[in-house]
């Protein structure tokens, strides 16, 4: 299936971007109180802040306390300026022994801490960039910065770190923000290290309909594994509509899906999906029925549309992402 | 055999039949058909009697493929004395994916509770089935007795191969399952990557090889009874074995062997003597095993479990972060096809030989009155005859001299004998089509031999990993078996587990018909050695005293310069 993006400029945003309780995206100094700190955790009241975690950790921080959001901490723009800011790992490969020696200990000690929380030794985590500008009202900066999936021990999580800070000067990322008239310089980044759900369905969903621009459907598109295969487009996921007022399956499409992004050592890699599993839909009716509410719940708290990224592990529903909806199409 | 194709009308394309095999359809369909011949089950030309009882075989096929909502049905015809089979779908494309759907329900719900359908209910009854045989005084029966045991004989004999397919079905497509999720999710793991997960475990073949092993320590430690298996040519064992008091007590050990396990012929069908009737093959194997020591050959058992539980330990390992439901699926055919591996050798004994030579005893019963009545020359000849001829004499013995029409009839199977049917006649269908029940037939029969590149090497499917190199032997017959000497590859066109403690002496097993999961395959990679199955003309291209080269995970065989 496709979904209809008209452009990827911000002007074409059909409804506002509510600003978000606490501060406002690229709002450059955080609040009293807050200073100084390098690590905060989701779920914090100091997560939410947008000027220390960027908009990506802040929004999903914010909905860590009444929804199923896996845990995880971040670094903030506070620590990114203490490792240098832009000029961070200038000339140089970006590795964990280029990290601050105090940022590394309380990154180890941080991460022993998630372990905790998850119940193992070292859990596998997702490492993920979050723009202090990014999640805005505009642009959506998807796929823009570095992501690192099923990062497993401190050492590897801090250079995993690294290489996300020093992804934001990448040709591509400053590529983007020319594009989309962003700042080039001045600007921040956040980390984002949080468990990784060992997907057993990855999903990507709408609050409203993309591709008829209906506010009163949920689109989902699901597929087997972890999401990067729906994201990245290489695989057909399945499609289910269903009508907010009832709940009702409006419609449901199983695709054929071929690729799975699957757990590998020291990441993810994509494969074959098994011949027997293709065609087999990847959702029953109660959990299309608990997503599609999730993605209801989901809007009328943040107040607007959402593009919504969950997964399933062992049958229980995470939530791994919520975003505006920032590029659609309402004419098709 | 190969592509037991579902028949595809729209693409048939004519298969001519040879001059000297001439094939007549009976109807627009059969022509259509695509007609296999089961060289694994049925090489050898099929007698009346013995037709009469495939036939009920292949009916009890039917019935199971309708229990299972299998879409497939198979017809047979006997065609030049050889057994033919088609397979044909019975329902129409549209409505074909449905089917499938409930087929593939059906056939995990079997899968599910495999080893409890099998030990609570299968083979109590089967075992019921056989004493009930056992307990009839065929001697002693008159006639009107001994008629009515024929006709519950046909009566439970259709029920134990109703059950034969009921077990089957879902134990090797289990198997098959198994294969294709492990080659799905770790394509380049080689041939035998699957079966391995399977490897180690008991079962009544092995458990027979392994008591005749036994058997030959206790010829060890007599050193007459050691004298006579070492000098005595097979055939003259006994014999020379009746002449002392220990040769005599080690005869009783022997038959005490022979009443257990004895009842395994050469082949598949009713006409070839059991080991009890001709107890010269397993006394071939006990010449060989006496002059070795160590460890049971037999038993690579402990060996291969180890190896098992460490592939399937590193296949959780590396499934360890797939979405659920393919662990799940894996471990439900991995726990199924463990079971099934097991059933595919078991049902054979209480079963395809079991069942069948009891069911042989009761005929050959028929055929001792016969004879003796002057209707026929010797017992086995009423397998020449058909059915209702076998009613009719017995109703009033002195009723005909059937003796020239059997002569007839020898001639013609004689005939026949001498000449390869073709693989297949009627119609080529093209490919089989991509399901799971094409691709475990693909496995079970072995897909058509392709065509080598260089002219001493040919080609058939990996059937037991390793490589060996050695003398070939071609053995047609186990009578022909004397000529097996340890290290020698063994090239037969088929192989019943009655060949099976040859393995402890081959080298390598090269076949002609067969595939990884055939019963030769299977067994082979119990025994840790090399086999390559249905090349398709080995017996025919490999002459004995060759030195050949076996490499079971590629599946080709080369014959060495002389």
């Known amino acids: 299936m496709t979904v209809a993006v008209a452009s990827m400029h911000p002007s074409t945003a059909h409804f ?52 199923p959001v896996p845990p995880g901490f971040c670094l903030t723009s506070i620590a990114f300026d203490r490792a240098g800011g832009l000029g961070v790992f200038e000339g140089e490969e970006p590795s964990a022994a280029s990290l601050p020696r105090d940022l590394y200990e309380q990154l180890t000690h941080a991460y022993r801490t998630l372990g905790e929380r998850c119940g193992v030794d070292a859990p596998s985590v997702a490492v993920r960039s979050s723009a202090l500008d990014e999640d805005g009202a505009g642009a959506s900066f998807a796929g823009q ?9 401190a050492q590897a999580v801090a250079e995993a770190v690294a290489r996300c800070w020093a992804s934001v000067r990448s040709s591509r990322a400053l590529q983007y923000r020319r594009q989309h008239g962003f700042a080039l310089d001045g600007f921040r980044i956040a980390v984002l290290i ?128 919520c975003r505006p909806i920032t590029t659609l199409t309402w004419s098709r | 055999m190969s592509n ?23 109807d627009a369909e059969d022509e259509r058909l695509t007609w296999l011949h089961d060289r694994m089950h049925n090489p050898d030309p099929v007698l009346p009697l013995e037709n009469a009882f495939w036939s009920r075989v292949y009916e009890a096929f039917n019935r199971a493929t309708e229990a299972y909502d299998m879409p497939v049905r198979l017809k047979t015809r006997c065609i030049n004395t050889y057994f033919y089979m088609a397979a044909k779908t019975i329902v129409p494309p549209e409505r074909m994916e449905a089917q499938k759907a409930r087929a593939d329900e059906r056939m995990d719900a079997a899968m599910a509770r495999l080893r409890s359908l099998w030990a609570d209910e299968w083979l109590p009854e089967i075992r019921a089935h056989l004493a009930w045989w056992d307990a009839f005084d065929l001697t002693g029966a008159a006639a009107p007795e001994l008629l009515a045991h024929l006709e519950e004989t046909l009566e439970r004999l259709v029920r134990l191969w109703d059950l034969h397919f009921r077990i089957v079905l879902p134990s090797y497509i289990a198997m098959s399952q198994l294969d294709d999720l492990y080659r799905d999710l770790f394509d380049g793991d080689g041939a035998f990557g699957s079966y391995r997960l399977l490897q180690g475990f008991d079962n009544k073949t092995l458990e027979a090889n392994r008591a005749l092993w036994d058997l030959s320590r206790r010829a060890l430690a007599s050193e007459e009874v050691r004298r006579v298996l070492e000098r005595q040519p097979a055939g003259d064992v ?50 060989d095993y006496i002059m070795r020591s160590g460890p049971n050959p037999n038993s690579e058992m402990a060996k ?154 040919l080609k058939g499917n990996p059937g037991s990993p390793g490589t060996a190199r050695g003398p070939a032997k071609v053995v047609r017959s186990l009578s022909d078996a004397a000529k097996l000497q340890r290290g020698d590859v063994l090239v037969a066109e088929t192989t019943a587990p009655s060949w099976t403690p040859l393995f402890a002496t081959a080298a390598a097993i090269v076949t002609d018909a067969g595939g990884v999961l055939s019963h030769c395959a299977v067994v082979a990679r119990e025994y840790g050695i090399p086999a390559v199955v249905g090349m398709g003309r080995a017996t025919m291209t490999i002459r004995d005293g060759q030195i050949v080269e076996v490499d079971g995970d590629a599946g080709f065989v080369r014959i060495c310069p002389a």
């Open chain 1, 16 to 67: 506002d971007w509510k600003r978000p309780a606490i501060g406002t995206p690229g709002q450059a100094v955080p609040r009293p109180g807050t200073r100084g700190r390098s690590i905060v955790w989701l779920g914090d009241l100091a997560c939410e802040e947008y000027a220390l975690v960027g908009g990506k950790a802040a929004n999903l921080c914010r909905l860590a306390a009444e929804y």
């Open chain 1, 145 to 153: 910065h570095e992501t690192y999936l099923n990062v497993v021990g």
């Open chain 1, 194 to 321: 949080q468990q990784l759900v060992h997907a057993d369905v990855s999903s990507v969903m709408f609050s409203a309909n993309p591709v008829t621009g209906n506010r009163d459907e949920v689109m989902i598109n699901a597929s087997w594994g972890l999401g990067e295969s729906i994201v990245g487009g290489t695989v057909t996921p399945d499609t289910y509509v269903v009508r907010k007022a009832d709940m009702a399956t409006v419609s449901r499409r199983i695709a054929e899906k071929r690729r799975m992004t699957v757990m590998a050592t020291d990441g993810t890699c994509e494969v074959e999906v098994p011949r027997f599993l293709r065609m087999q839909p990847t959702l029953g009716q109660e959990q299309l029925m608990e997503m599609a509410q999730l993605g209801v719940a989901l809007e009328r708290r943040m107040g607007h549309p959402v593009d919504v990224e969950c997964a399933y592990h062992a049958g229980k529903l995470f939530l791994l992402q």
């Open chain 2, 4 to 26: 037991m194709a579902v028949a595809q009308d729209t693409k048939a394309v004519r298969i001519i039949a040879p001059p000297q095999f001439p094939a007549a359809w009976e």
């Open chain 2, 238 to 287: 006994l014999a020379e074995l009746g002449k002392t008091p220990a040769g005599r007590s080690f005869q009783a050990d022997l038959d005490a062997y022979l009443g257990e396990y004895g009842l395994r012929g050469e082949k598949w069908g009713l006409r070839y003597p059991c080991w009890i009737e001709e107890p010269a093959a397993a006394i071939k194997n006990l010449k």
């Open chain 2, 304 to 457: 291969l479990a180890e190896e098992r539980d460490g592939a399937v330990a590193a296949v959780r390992g590396r499934l360890q972060d797939y979405p659920g439901p393919v662990v799940e699926r894996f471990e439900f055919l991995l726990k199924a096809a463990q079971e099934g591996v097991v059933l595919s050798e078991d049902h054979g004994f209480w079963i395809d030989f079991g069942a069948t030579y009891r069911v042989r005893r009761v005929l050959l019963e028929f055929g001792r009155r016969l004879c003796e009545a002057g209707a026929i020359a010797q017992y086995s000849d009423v397998f020449y005859l058909t059915l209702d001829e076998v009613r009719a004499l017995a109703a009033a013995p002195h009723g005909g001299d059937h003796r020239a029409l059997v002569e007839l009839r020898r001639r013609e199977v004689d005939h026949f004998q001498a000449i390869t049917p073709p693989p297949a006649l009627g119609a080529d269908n093209g490919l089989p089509p991509e399901d799971p029940m094409s691709r475990f037939f693909g496995k079970f029969f072995g897909a058509p031999p392709a065509a080598a590149d260089a002219p001493d090497v």
